[in-house]
């Protein structure tokens, strides 16, 4: 089974469905496996599983969270202050 969801778009650059300000380049977007297969980086799928915050997506948050980098924590932090603010995920993104 494949799943694809086409989000709004300009070009080459993907717009947020939530919010529109947010607006990225797709080369920012979508990373590579070694292999080449392509995939949405984690950042982006966690501002996704954001909005409705279910176990399984809180439990992938958990998951995922000791794996990002400082700086992919900032940039989620960013995005889930402006899509969604107030949302529990950025305390621990602070921390």
């Given at each position: 089974?494949?799943?694809?969801?086409?989000?709004?778009?300009?070009?080459?650059?993907?717009?947020?469905?939530?919010?529109?300000?947010?607006?990225?380049?797709?080369?920012?977007?979508?990373?590579?496996?070694?292999?080449?297969?392509?995939?949405l980086?984690?950042?982006?799928?966690?501002?996704?599983?954001?909005?409705?915050?279910?176990?399984?997506?809180?439990?992938?948050?958990?998951?995922?969270?000791?794996?990002?980098?400082?700086?992919?924590?900032?940039?989620?932090?960013?995005?889930?202050?402006?899509?969604?603010?107030?949302?529990?995920?950025?305390?621990?993104?602070a921390?």
């Amino acid at each position: 089974m494949f799943d694809v969801f086409r989000e709004p778009h300009e070009g080459g650059t993907w717009i947020c469905r939530r919010d529109d300000r947010l607006r990225l380049p797709y080369d920012a977007i979508i990373a590579r496996a070694a292999d080449g297969v392509p995939y949405l980086v984690p950042e982006l799928v966690l501002l996704f599983k954001a909005k409705a915050a279910r176990p399984k997506d809180q439990a992938d948050f958990d998951g995922v969270l000791p794996l990002l980098s400082r700086a992919r924590r900032d940039v989620l932090s960013g995005w889930l202050e402006l899509v969604h603010p107030g949302h529990p995920w950025l305390a621990e993104l602070a921390g």
